[in-house]
């Protein structure tokens, strides 16, 4: 009954170095995107764009940012003031964000 036992350890033996090793196995798949990049190589994050690409200056001129810049802020404006038109105006609290509302949400007077 010697062998018997002694197959047995054996066994577990086994399974404690295969389970150990498994786990270190998915430790170290777990843990190589955070090694990769702390060691500047690429990894499964960072390898959709490429260093080159990546390192590309994305300033344009400086004139032409600030013209794009006033652009936007064209826009923006033109934006909030079509908003404002369709805003609804409580006589305390002003301007409200509800368009349809027939009274203000916050103090409850009729909107204008
Ligand atoms: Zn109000």
Known sequence: MAGGA???RERVRVALVVGTLLALAA????????IAAA???PSATSRGVPRSEA???PTPEPETAVA?????DDI????IRRARGRMKVCPV????PEPAARYCS???RPLA
């Open 106 to 108: 916050r103090c409850g």
């Open 76 to 79: 923006a404006e033109a934006e």
């Open 27 to 34: 430790l170290a798949y777990v843990l190589w995107p955070i």
């Open 6 to 8: 002694y197959a047995r």
């Open 93 to 96: 609290c002003g301007p409200r």
């Open 68 to 72: 794009s810049e006033r652009a936007i």
């Open 55 to 57: 390192r590309a200056d």
């Open 39 to 41: 060691e500047g190589r």
